[in-house]
Each structure stands twice: as C-alpha cells, then as structure tokens.
C-alpha cells in the first residue's frame, strides 16, 4: 500500500455528508465475494482489500471454503439434489407418465354420454347402452343413475395434465402394480443415495477442515444443566465417567469446561442506564435553552434517580465478581475433548434416532432412566457439537426456560394463525367452485382457479417466512447456528403444509356428503380443477417463481435506483451509503429450506403427477446457478458458516422417502388396487419407516466406520495457539484472563524473553463485561465473526503503518506457526482476514499488547461509529504525526 492510500484510511470520515461514491464504490468491491489478488489498495473504512478477482462460475465448490464449510457444502448437497431427482426422472417419472398415457382410462372430451350429461342434463338420460356410459359406470363404480348424475362433472376427464397423472389408469390393476414396484425400487434407491450424500459431504468438511480448524471441532455443548448448582469439577467428572460407561475401549480426556455464566441482569442493567444516560443529556440540554420550563425539570431529576439506583445495582453485582463470589451458573456448558476421535465418538454415541428420543421421554415421564442418556444430579441433559464460539448469545445463555418456551409458543400461535389464514382462503375459493360456478366453469376457468389457489398459498409463504424470521429474533436462541436452524426447519416444514396438505385437507373438506372417504377422495383428487391439478400447479409456482424473484430481487433493484442519487443527498452519510452500496445478504437457512421443501414437494407428489418430477428437476436447477451468481457477482460476503445446519438439514431430508411412501399407499388404496400392490405398498411404507428406528445416519457409520475412524487425529494441546478464538476468550466473565493466559503461552512457543505482568481477575472480568455490553447482541443478523473483525481493524491498520516504516517486504514461511506477510491464503475463517497471522506476528510484548488494548478499546469506534475517525492510542497517534511530517 502506498503512504497516502494509507494515510487516507486513517482519515476515513464515516459522517461525511453529502457521500463520495467513489468511496461507496470502492467499499461495494470490497465486499464482494472474490479472491484478493497482489494488491495494496483497500477501502477506507473496513480495510478489506479492493482488488480482488472475481471467481469462475464453473469454479470448483471447494475453492469457496474461504467463506466456511456452510457454503461448499450448501453446493453440493444442492447439486447431489438435483442428480437425485435427474436420475428419479429417469428410473421412476418417465416410465410412468408412459404408463399413464398408454392406460387411458380417463374419458374423452368428446365421449357422447358425458356430452349429453353437459348439454341435456342426466336424469332423463339414464340409463344409457352404449360403451361411453358404461366406462363413466366403471369410473364411478356405481350403476345408479342417480348417483351417475350427481358426479359426471367430477370424471376423469383427458386432458394433457390427466392423462400425465395416476387418475388414467385407475382401471389397470397390472399397470398399477408396476408402478407399486417402480416406488419400492425408488425408496431402497433413495435410503442409498442420502447414506452416499451424508458420506460425500463428510468428505467436504473435511477438506475444509484441514485448512478451517476451530475450537468446535473439540467441543460440545450441553443442555438443560442445573442452574446454579454445579461446579466445573463436578461436571468434569460426571462427564469423563459417562463417557467410560458408553465406550469403556477408548479413553476420553476433557482439557477444559468454560461454564456459561448468567449476566442477563447486568447486561439489561447497563444497557439501560446507558438508554438513559443519553435520555438525561438531551433532556439537561432542552432544559438548558428553556429553563422556564419546569416540567423538564422534574423529569430531569426522575432521571437522575433512576440512574442512580441501577448505578447501585450494577455495584452490587461488580462486588460479587471482584469477590469471585458471582458464580450464577446457567444450564449451558461447553467442553472440550483432547482429540477430534473423542468428541465424533461422543456425538455418535449420543445422537438418538426418533423411537429412542421417543422411549427416553417416556422413561423420563415415569421417573425411569435410560441406560444411553447422560444424568446430572438427576437432570437428563443433551449433548451436541459446539457451534463456533463467536457464534454463541452469551447474554441468552441465562434466560429461563419458561421465557423461552412462552416465546416459542407465541411463534407457533402466529404461525398458526397464517396457516389458518391461507385454509379460509382457500377452503372459500373451493367452496364458491363447488357450490356457484361447477356448472358453467369450462376448462380454461378452473385451471385459472387452480393457478389462483398456487399464488394465494405462495402469498401466504412469504408471510410464514417474514413472521418466522422475525419472531426468531425473540425466542432468545443460545446460538446463531441453532437460531438459523430452528428457522429452517420450520420454514421447510410449515410452507410445505401450507402447500400440500393443506389442498388436500380443503378438497377432501369441499367435497361433502358423497359416499364414504375412498369416494370423496377419489372424486378430490381427479376431477378438474381437483387436487392432481392444484398440486401439480403448486409444484410449478415453488420450483419456478422462487428461483426467478430470487434473481429480479426488487429490494436490491430499489437500491440500485437510490444508489444513483447518493452524492445529491445530503441526509446520508458516507457510513449509510457504503451500506446502501453493500450487496443483499446470504441467507442460508431460506436456502436450505428451500431445496429441502423442493426435495419433499417432488417425492410427495410424484406417485399422483410424476411430471413434478422434471418440474422440480428444472427449478432446482435454475435455483442451484441463480444463488451461485448472486453469491460471486451481487451478494456481500457471508460471515463464516460452519456445518451445523447442513447437518440439521440432512436430517430432515432423511424423512423424504416416508412422503412417497405414503402418497402411493394412500391413492393406491383410493382406487382399490389388488392384493399384491397392497402388499408391495406396505413392506415399501415399512422400508421407508425404519428411518424412525434405524436412520441413515447410522447406517453411514456402519458402512463407512473405516473412514471415519481414519479422520486426522489431532490433539487439542498441540493446535490450540493457532485458534483466533476459544469459548473461554469470548465469555464475558473469563475472556480477559483467558486472553491474558493465551498471550503468556504464545510467548513461550516464541522463546520470548519478557516480563509478564498480569492483571487481578476483577478489573479484566469487569472490563470484559463491560465491552459485551458496549458490543451489544440485540442485532442477530450481524455475525460474531464480523464483530471480531471490526475489532481487529485497527490493529491491522497499525500493522500496515509499521510495515511502511520498515519497508520491508516479508516472505511466507512454511512453517505454519511463522508467518511473516499480510499475503491472503484461499482459505481463511473471515474472508480477507487472516487472524491466525495477526496474532502470530508481533516482535516484542509491548508491541503486541499495545495492540490488543487498540482491538479491545476499538468496539464503540468500529462498531458503533460515533466519531470521524479512529482513535488510536497516544503513542501511535505520534508515530503517526511525525511520519506524515516527514511527508510533507
């Protein structure tokens, strides 16, 4: 970087109004997605390099490891999708939409009965000799004339969609047992390509992990701990003897517990005397030009006493801490394993499929404990793997549970209520067909109701998606990673009711009194205008309309339009307008909902219209290349995603054969197929079900126990310097003796000759706890890594200055422990930032602690913003001065 492109950085003046574009500009290519090449150009106000290469959109996924696992293994589960539903196209759909078209069972348009029944009515038409009444007899199976004529218009009528579907060839016992067949060839075939997806994204992850290893990868977290009435030791304990009892052949060495503390309390408290505090300035300066005022007054001294009294909280709480008294433990812990092999044993040994969480419940209800869970005094508490610890609500840690269940209740009820919404509307819609418009409606009419009912029901997911989102913010998730999972899972699961359960529930309703529930549903599904029709067009609303409006997204294209007036408006500040220039955001918990309901609408509806299957074959497609291009040409850098929520996801895919298993046993049934399609239908809804007793995941371990036992053994002790962050370093109540323990280590690996003065565990603790709450976590959507690397902008700023003084060009060491350039690797935990070498280059102790003071006393400048320009410390400031005097 040359002296005044450096220089201009430091004078980066966020309030600046009216905005330069070309800063903006400059930031938009900042923080694009791409591959920083040779360059010392970068943005002026968050230091990321400008210069960089855009990446191919026929890049290899794993050269997107850089971002984190999430994104490569959101890729390839996307493209592994699209081969499965290919290949279902080929060795289930087309055979059968052959068989449909050659069984013609529904009756012609032109079949003179039907004609007759339309234009003269039935009643004095009845009964008739000839072959066309006799095939209507058939598919009514009912000789009666007047039953004849209180459903000819709810026939199977031949028409490009019908003749496409199962309802032409209700007839043909053969052709159906074929397809009963064609489904249990689908469901064994399906149960063997998620096993070989679980084991292709294993192998991605671990790619990725050989150049991304985090203190995750040693960690677990538990659940449901007794607050306030455990210790570390006893934890630790009680831990290491569970683990013995499970797996007595291999040996579990916990290296540390770091114990999520309640400061819920202090945190509310400071945040609010500093709402308050900002309140009595503006008020005391009102009252200063108005003092006639006397009301102002009063409430300027109400004020003060409030401040006042959360003053002597907040005291009182600090005593507790400088006492070390403070030892309000929640239910949440995290512990780390000495290996890698000890925690995957661990989460293996652990993870329960349905019918065992199922027992376990049971058991738990009758005071009964199961030999595979881990009991804590008594409390039956959960074990995952740890999310990132920068992906972790501290603050959150220490809500009750009865706050959080209420929270997600309220969820649920507005979910509900939307639901509800979307039946009364559609349930109206079916009702005003049936009741007013079934005798003048021609085709082209109930077709555009059928494409009415698929936009309402697109409507009214995107209402579940906003509602969902939102109230996710205030269900006080002790992660990101669980709050972006809890999202999608109920996004996948409601919008999927909302689009197919939800149809059938209103036609099977909308028919009335006609005979027994195999007729109702018989009459629902192949009349025009039925449920083979509405799904069918619901499948082409979600697989076409998604992908398309993801592209002509018209929030961004109205930022595009404000975008060119930046410079005339004198309301925005340069910090505003860099944002406006900021592309959209990567959401992938809507993404991975998305192609997991995608994944369940094709399944579900393919025994009934197996053209959903090349329907959803294009649109996952279209989706896969739109999101690739958003993702390398519009979209900002997303901030680090880990694996947490393919895992989560994988999961709920597992369940897919159940839905395709189950709709050929129900429309089988409908039409009374024989005994042997019975039979098939059963053992193929068997098959499927094991998933509930045996899941795939399971069988993945059986079948790949080699290569997973062959994963790279890495000891905790010997990588844990390398981390840019541990759980005990982001903890408020342990982070700066953390910290300050993880400094004298590092400079013991650097035979570092210094005196290391310590400071007492009440100040740090106090100022740690302080800083969280300057820090804030009230805006969910903004990472914790991106926090860390707002925090580290000054220091690598001074870095920079420090290597224009020594004009010096460093070299990269192959050592991986010395490294000696600000040169980007491809894989990095935050994109452009490589803290990994923030931490390890420093040539003395009073150099890397004067740093670490800027990263800790640069949270209010970096992240909030308040003044021009940062502040760095006075000694720096000097250096500074004097080197731009001897430019000048």
């Given at each position: 970087?040359?002296?005044?492109?450096?220089?201009?950085t430091?004078?980066?003046?966020?309030?600046?109004?009216p905005?330069?574009?070309?800063?903006?500009?400059?930031h938009?290519?900042?923080?694009?997605?791409?591959?920083?090449?040779?360059?010392?150009?970068?943005?002026?106000?968050?230091?990321?390099g400008?210069?960089?290469?855009?990446i191919?959109?026929?890049?290899?996924?794993?050269n997107?490891?850089?971002?984190g696992?999430?994104?490569?293994l959101?890729?390839?589960?996307?493209f592994?999708?699209?081969?499965l539903t290919?290949?279902?196209?080929?060795?289930f759909g087309?055979?059968?939409?052959?068989?449909?078209?050659?069984?013609?069972?529904?009756?012609?348009?032109?079949?003179?009965?039907?004609?007759?029944?339309?234009?003269?009515?039935?009643?004095?038409?009845?009964?008739q000799?000839?072959?066309?009444?006799?095939?209507?007899?058939?598919?009514?199976?009912?000789?009666?004339?007047?039953?004849?004529?209180q459903?000819?218009?709810?026939?199977?009528?031949?028409?490009?969609?019908?003749?496409?579907s199962?309802?032409?060839?209700?007839?043909?016992d053969?052709?159906k047992?074929?397809?009963?067949f064609?489904?249990?060839?689908?469901v064994?075939?399906?149960?063997?390509?998620?096993?070989?997806?679980?084991?292709?994204?294993?192998?991605?992850?671990?790619?990725?992990?050989?150049e991304?290893?985090?203190?995750?990868?040693?960690?677990?977290?538990?659940?449901?701990?007794?607050e306030?009435?455990?210790?570390?030791?006893?934890?630790?304990?009680?831990?290491?003897?569970?683990?013995?009892?499970?797996d007595?052949s291999?040996?579990?060495?916990v290296?540390?517990?770091?114990?999520?503390?309640?400061?819920?309390?202090f945190?509310?408290?400071?945040?609010?005397?500093?709402?308050?505090?900002?309140?009595?300035?503006?008020e005391?300066?009102?009252?200063?030009?108005?003092?006639?005022?006397?009301?102002?007054?009063?409430?300027?001294?109400?004020?003060?006493?409030?401040?006042?009294?959360?003053?002597k909280?907040?005291?009182?709480?600090?005593?507790?801490?400088?006492?070390?008294?403070?030892?309000?433990?929640t239910?949440?812990?995290?512990?780390?394993?000495?290996?890698?092999?000890?925690?995957?044993?661990?989460?293996?040994?652990?993870?329960?499929?349905?019918?065992?969480?199922?027992?376990?419940?049971?058991?738990?209800?009758?005071?009964?404990?199961?030999?595979?869970g881990?009991?804590?005094?008594?409390?039956?508490?959960?074990?995952?793997?740890?999310?990132?610890?920068?992906?972790i609500?501290?603050?959150?840690?220490g809500?009750?549970?009865?706050i959080?269940?209420?929270?997600?209740?309220?969820?649920w009820?507005?979910?509900?209520?939307?639901?509800?919404?979307?039946?009364?509307?559609?349930y109206?819609?079916?009702?005003?067909?049936?009741?007013?418009?079934?005798?003048?409606?021609?085709?082209?009419?109930?077709?555009?109701?059928?494409?009415?009912?698929s936009?309402?029901?697109?409507?009214?997911?995107?209402?579940?998606?906003?509602?969902?989102?939102?109230?996710?913010?205030?269900?006080?998730?002790?992660?990101?990673?669980?709050?972006?999972?809890?999202?999608?899972?109920?996004?996948?699961?409601?919008?999927?009711?909302?689009?197919?359960?939800?149809l059938?529930?209103?036609?099977?309703?909308?028919?009335?009194?006609?005979?027994?529930?195999?007729?109702?549903?018989?009459?629902?599904?192949?009349?025009?205008?039925?449920?083979?029709?509405?799904?069918?067009?619901?499948?082409?609303?979600?697989?076409?309309?998604?992908?398309?409006?993801?592209?002509?997204?018209?929030?961004?294209?109205?930022k595009?339009?404000?975008?060119?007036?930046i410079?005339?408006?004198?309301?925005?500040?340069q910090?505003?307008a860099?944002?406006?220039?900021?592309?959209?955001?990567?959401?992938?918990?809507?993404?991975?909902a998305?192609?997991c309901?995608?994944?369940?609408?094709?399944?579900?509806?393919?025994?009934?219209?197996?053209?959903?299957?090349?329907?959803?074959?294009?649109?996952?497609?279209?989706?896969?290349?739109?999101q690739?291009y958003?993702?390398?040409r519009?979209?900002?850098?997303?901030?680090?995603?880990?694996?947490?929520?393919?895992?989560?996801?994988?999961?709920?895919?597992?369940l897919?054969?159940?839905?395709?298993?189950?709709?050929?046993?129900?429309?089988d049934?409908?039409?009374?197929?024989?005994?042997?399609?019975?039979?098939?239908?059963?053992?193929?809804?068997?098959?499927?079900?094991?998933e509930?007793?045996?899941?795939?995941?399971?069988?993945?371990?059986?079948?790949?126990?080699?290569?997973?036992?062959?994963?790279?053994?890495?000891?905790?002790i010997?990588?844990?310097?390398?981390f840019?962050?541990?759980?005990?370093?982001?903890?408020?109540?342990?982070?700066?003796?953390?910290?300050?323990?993880f400094?004298?280590?590092?400079?013991?690996?650097?035979?570092?000759?210094?005196?290391?003065?310590?400071?007492?565990?009440?100040?740090?603790?106090?100022?740690?706890l302080?800083?969280?709450?300057?820090?804030?976590?009230?805006?969910?959507?903004?990472?914790?890594?991106q926090i860390l690397?707002?925090?580290?902008?000054t220091?690598?700023?001074?870095k920079?200055?420090?290597?224009i003084?020594q004009?010096?060009?460093y070299?990269?060491?192959?050592?991986?422990?010395?490294?000696h350039?600000?040169?980007?690797?491809?894989?990095?935990?935050?994109?452009?930032?490589?803290f990994?070498?923030?931490?390890?280059?420093?040539?003395?102790?009073?150099q890397?602690?004067?740093?670490?003071?800027?990263?800790?006393?640069?949270?209010?400048?970096?992240?909030?913003?308040?003044?021009?320009?940062?502040?760095?410390?006075?000694?720096?400031n000097s250096?500074?001065?004097?080197?731009?005097?001897?430019?000048?």
């Amino acid at each position: 970087m040359n002296q005044s492109q450096f220089l201009q950085t430091l004078s980066f003046d966020p309030l600046r109004s009216p905005p330069l574009r070309e800063i903006a500009q400059r930031h938009q290519r900042a923080t694009m997605c791409g591959l920083l090449i040779e360059s010392n150009d970068y943005c002026q106000c968050c230091g990321l390099g400008i210069h960089t290469h855009p990446i191919s959109l026929k890049a290899n996924i794993i050269n997107l490891a850089f971002l984190g696992q999430g994104i490569p293994l959101f890729y390839n589960i996307t493209f592994l999708l699209i081969l499965l539903t290919f290949i279902l196209l080929l060795i289930f759909g087309l055979p059968t939409i052959i068989f449909n078209f050659l069984a013609e069972n529904c009756i012609e348009q032109t079949n003179q009965a039907y004609n007759i029944f339309i234009t003269q009515g039935c009643s004095k038409n009845c009964p008739q000799e000839h072959d066309d009444f006799k095939l209507i007899q058939q598919l009514i199976s009912n000789s009666d004339c007047t039953v004849i004529c209180q459903h000819y218009q709810e026939l199977c009528v031949a028409t490009l969609l019908s003749e496409m579907s199962f309802t032409n060839k209700q007839l043909d016992d053969d052709l159906k047992i074929i397809q009963s067949f064609f489904v249990f060839g689908s469901v064994i075939f399906i149960k063997i390509y998620l096993v070989l997806i679980r084991e292709k994204q294993r192998i991605i992850e671990t790619e990725c992990d050989q150049e991304l290893i985090s203190p995750s990868d040693f960690t677990v977290m538990l659940n449901h701990l007794p607050e306030e009435d455990y210790n570390e030791k006893e934890l630790a304990t009680a831990i290491e003897q569970y683990c013995q009892k499970i797996d007595s052949s291999n040996k579990y060495e916990v290296i540390k517990i770091n114990i999520a503390y309640d400061i819920k309390s202090f945190v509310l408290k400071s945040r609010e005397k500093i709402k308050l505090e900002k309140t009595l300035a503006r008020e005391q300066k009102y009252y200063i030009k108005n003092q006639k005022y006397k009301r102002n007054k009063q409430e300027i001294e109400k004020i003060k006493l409030m401040v006042e009294q959360l003053k002597k909280e907040l005291a009182n709480i600090e005593i507790e801490i400088e006492n070390g008294s403070y030892r309000k433990t929640t239910s949440v812990a995290f512990i780390t394993f000495q290996t890698k092999q000890q925690l995957q044993k661990l989460i293996q040994q652990t993870k329960l499929s349905y019918w065992e969480q199922l027992l376990m419940q049971v058991k738990r209800l009758i005071q009964n404990k199961d030999k595979r869970g881990f009991y804590f005094k008594d409390n039956l508490i959960s074990i995952c793997r740890a999310p990132e610890p920068d992906d972790i609500f501290w603050e959150n840690c220490g809500i009750e549970n009865s706050i959080k269940i209420k929270r997600k209740f309220i969820s649920w009820i507005v979910v509900f209520v939307l639901l509800g919404i979307s039946f009364a509307t559609l349930y109206g819609l079916e009702y005003l067909q049936n009741q007013y418009l079934s005798n003048d409606l021609d085709f082209i009419t109930k077709t555009s109701l059928s494409l009415l009912k698929s936009l309402i029901i697109t409507i009214v997911d995107a209402l579940i998606y906003y509602f969902i989102t939102l109230l996710a913010n205030h269900e006080r998730h002790v992660t990101k990673t669980h709050q972006d999972t809890s999202v999608a899972q109920k996004l996948c699961c409601v919008q999927f009711i909302n689009s197919c359960f939800l149809l059938l529930l209103i036609h099977l309703i909308g028919v009335g009194q006609r005979g027994d529930f195999k007729e109702k549903s018989k009459y629902a599904i192949q009349k025009q205008g039925g449920i083979a029709n509405d799904l069918l067009f619901v499948c082409c609303m979600n697989a076409l309309f998604t992908p398309i409006t993801a592209f002509f997204n018209p929030i961004y294209f109205i930022k595009k339009l404000q975008q060119i007036f930046i410079e005339s408006n004198k309301n925005l500040t340069q910090l505003e307008a860099n944002k406006l220039f900021e592309g959209p955001q990567v959401l992938l918990y809507d993404q991975y909902a998305f192609i997991c309901k995608t994944t369940w609408i094709t399944l579900f509806l393919a025994p009934l219209t197996p053209i959903c299957i090349f329907v959803n074959w294009i649109g996952l497609s279209m989706y896969y290349w739109i999101q690739k291009y958003l993702l390398l040409r519009r979209n900002s850098k997303p901030p680090f995603q880990s694996s947490h929520l393919d895992r989560e996801m994988l999961t709920l895919l597992d369940l897919s054969p159940l839905l395709l298993a189950g709709m050929q046993y129900w429309i089988d049934d409908i039409y009374d197929s024989n005994y042997l399609s019975h039979s098939i239908n059963i053992v193929t809804l068997v098959i499927a079900g094991l998933e509930l007793v045996f899941p795939s995941y399971r069988i993945h371990q059986v079948l790949y126990r080699k290569q997973l036992e062959d994963m790279e053994n890495q000891r905790y002790i010997d990588v844990h310097l390398r981390f840019t962050t541990d759980y005990d370093r982001t903890n408020p109540l342990t982070s700066e003796q953390a910290t300050q323990e993880f400094m004298k280590k590092k400079f013991e690996q650097f035979n570092k000759s210094i005196t290391y003065m310590r400071n007492s565990r009440k100040h740090s603790t106090k100022r740690s706890l302080r800083e969280y709450v300057q820090k804030g976590i009230q805006s969910v959507n903004k990472s914790r890594i991106q926090i860390l690397k707002r925090k580290l902008q000054t220091a690598y700023k001074l870095k920079m200055f420090q290597n224009i003084q020594q004009e010096t060009n460093y070299k990269e060491s192959d050592h991986e422990d010395s490294i000696h350039t600000f040169n980007f690797p491809v894989y990095q935990r935050v994109p452009q930032y490589n803290f990994q070498r923030v931490i390890n280059q420093f040539p003395n102790y009073s150099q890397y602690n004067s740093d670490l003071t800027n990263r800790s006393n640069s949270i209010s400048s970096t992240i909030q913003l308040n003044t021009s320009k940062y502040q760095l410390t006075t000694k720096r400031n000097s250096q500074i001065q004097s080197f731009r005097a001897q430019l000048q």
